[in-house]
C-alpha cells in the first residue's frame, strides 16, 4: 500500500491501517519501525524551514544556525526521546492490561508521529507565511490534536484490541 494512502486512512480507521503497516513476523518489524520514525522526524525538521527562514530574516541570526539546530533536535535527539516515550506508555499499557509487544507499541507511536506530519508541514507553512497569531496557534493545536488522537487510538488497537 502506499504511503500516503495509508496516511489518509488513518484519520478514519487508525488502529487498522497500524496493524496493516506492523505487518506480520517477518523480522523487518523493528527496521520498519526505525524508518517510519526517522521519516516522520524528517518531515517535521523539514516543516521547520519556513518558520527557520522567517526568524532569521526577523532576527538578524544566521538561518544556517538555526537549521542547524533543527537538524539535530529533529534527526538526533527527538528519534531517541520518541523510543523512551514508547516504552514508557507500554509499561503504563501494560499495567492496565495491555497485551502488545514493545515493537507494536513503538509502532503506534512513530506512525502517528508520520500521519500527523502533513499537519506539521503546514503548520511550519503557517508560521513561515503568516507568522504567530491565531492561525498558527489554531494549526499547531490541530497538528498536536491528530497526532495524540492518532497515537492513543493506535496504541489502544495494538494493547487491548482483539488478536488475529
Known amino acids: ?3 500516503t494512502g495509508d496516511i489518509v486512512r488513518s484519520y478514519r480507521g487508525p ?3 497500524l496493524r496493516r503497516r506492523i505487518g ?3 523480522g523487518r518489524g523493528e527496521a520498519r519501525a526505525l524508518v517510519t520514525l526517522m521519516l516522520a522526524c524528517a518531515l517535521i525538521f523539514v516543516g521547520q524551514w519556513p518558520r527557520l527562514s522567517r526568524e532569521a530574516y526577523l532576527s538578524g541570526r544566521e538561518l544556517d544556525m538555526l537549521v542547524g539546530g ?3 533536535g529533529w534527526l538526533f535527539i527527538a528519534p531517541l526521546v520518541l523510543y523512551g516515550v514508547a516504552g514508557i506508555s507500554h509499561v503504563i ?3 492496565f492490561g495491555g497485551r502488545a509487544r514493545y515493537l507494536e507499541a513503538r509502532m503506534a507511536l512513530f506512525w502517528a508521529l508520520l500521519a500527523a506530519a502533513p499537519l506539521w508541514l503546514l503548520w511550519g507553512l503557517v508560521a513561515g ?6 492561525a ?3 494549526t499547531g493545536l490541530a497538528a498536536l490534536a491528530a497526532f495524540f488522537a492518532l497515537w ?6 495494538v494493547e487491548f484490541g482483539e488478536r488475529a
Open 70 to 72: 533543527a537538524l539535530l
Open 152 to 157: 492513543l487510538a493506535g496504541l489502544y488497537a
Open 129 to 134: 507565511l503568516i507568522g504567530p497569531g491565531p
Open 15 to 17: 488502529g487498522a491501517v
Open 24 to 26: 506480520g513476523n517477518d
Open 1 to 3: 500500500m502506499a504511503l
Open 136 to 138: 498558527r496557534d489554531a
Open 93 to 95: 499499557a501494560r499495567i
